[in-house]
């Protein structure tokens, strides 16, 4: 029974906080593993119909946009985005007591204080002119093709419009400009079967695969400095996948490669250029082709928000939503609480002052809009 009254002391805290701490550990305890997002989503939905009347709500599966309705006066839309889904639990992750003024616990980081800080701001009733929209979704742990993300600009493309996009993932309450490019190739290498004790009378496929093997580990890509900011790119094998058993000469190897490439390269050129290191391969399969984006610091409204935060602007390396904002033509930039080091770690923990700062550099960007 008490664990029972404290599942439903979480859910009345998710609906009644006005703490951002508080909030964050409410929203911590209920578990929303991506695929499992329905509960957490039900309260998130309440939570917004009680106390931000002002917003039209639209709901498809587990993501919800809250937003406020187009006027002739509106100036400019900001959208507000964040994940509700978290990795699984680790293994090694025992719930850890609170320190006082911080919250510990599996999406702490990742990201339930940044939406915590949402759900704050949109119960800010805006001045008249400002657009503002808030998006929260499922599934973005499971990868880009399978973020609720996805689904909404695919089917729902008008909801999640905007002038900008500001993304709260954990960023240590730093502006994290632009993201790189996330593209996953698997290169197929074909032979021809033998006994290994006649290995002449076949085709090695992963000794033919090895020379491909061997460019990919020693290629360094550069670094790409664009609007002052450091994009380093990084070109990593994966996965080998081959062979059968001891006495056969495999006629099947297949290279994964994964190339995190800078927002001044597109998908297109980073295959080409994974497809030029492997001459051998007999086949070739993009896997994941998530776009870059740039960090498009000339933008006023992104001039405005790095004003508003007066904190250290640096690139962001990896992919996020960003991405795919940029890619639908909507500048975009990630800003939120929390260290991004801690995601997906047994060790997740956000504090007060990162939760109030990140809150409050938001509310004084909105306002001034």
Not at 182 to 197: D, W
Request: with cysteine; net charge negative; proline share 7%.
């Amino acid at each position: 029974m008490n664990a029972v009254r404290e599942a439903a002391a979480r859910r009345r805290a998710v609906l009644d906080s006005a703490d951002l701490v508080e909030l964050t550990r409410a929203l911590v305890g209920v578990p929303s593993v991506s695929g499992s997002e329905g509960a957490l989503a039900d309260l998130v939905e309440r939570r917004l119909r009680t106390r931000a009347p002002w917003l039209r709500l639209y709901r498809t599966g587990n993501n919800i946009v809250a937003r406020t309705e187009p006027a002739p006066a509106e100036r400019r839309r900001v959208v507000l985005a964040g994940h509700l889904d978290t990795v699984p639990m680790s293994d090694r992750q025992a719930p850890a007591p609170d320190a006082p003024g911080s919250v510990s616990g599996l999406g702490a980081v990742d990201m339930k204080g940044g939406v915590a800080v949402m759900l704050a701001l949109a119960e800010q009733e805006p001045g008249e002119g400002q657009g503002r929209t808030f998006v929260f979704y499922d599934r973005e742990e499971t990868g880009s093709h399978g973020s609720g993300m996805r689904v909404l600009f695919e089917e729902h493309r008008s909801l999640v419009d905007g002038d900008l996009a500001v993304l709260l993932e954990p960023t240590n309450g730093l502006v994290e400009a632009g993201c790189q490019g996330n593209l996953v190739v698997e290169l197929t290498f074909t032979g021809s079967r033998a006994h290994t004790a006649r290995p002449w009378k076949g085709l090695n496929a992963i000794h033919k695969a090895a020379p491909a093997l061997h460019r990919i580990a020693g290629f360094t890509p550069g670094t790409a400095t664009i609007d002052g900011l450091e994009y380093r790119q990084s070109m990593s094998v994966v996965a080998v996948e081959g062979g059968v058993q001891g006495n056969v000469v495999p006629d099947h190897c297949v290279l994964r490669v994964n190339y995190r490439h800078s927002p001044d390269v597109d998908s297109g050129a980073a295959e080409r250029l994974v497809l030029g290191l492997a001459p051998e391969a007999d086949a070739a399969r993009v896997r994941l082709a998530s776009p870059p984006a740039p960090p498009d610091l000339g933008n006023p409204l992104m001039a405005g928000l790095c004003a508003a935060a007066s904190t250290e602007v640096r690139p962001k390396l990896g992919w996020t939503d960003v991405g795919r904002f940029a890619a639908h033509g909507i500048p975009a930039v990630n800003f939120g609480p929390g260290d991004s080091q801690l995601a997906h770690t047994p060790f997740e923990v956000v504090g007060r002052a990162e939760l109030e700062a990140c809150h409050t550099a938001l509310s004084a960007f909105l306002r001034s809009l």
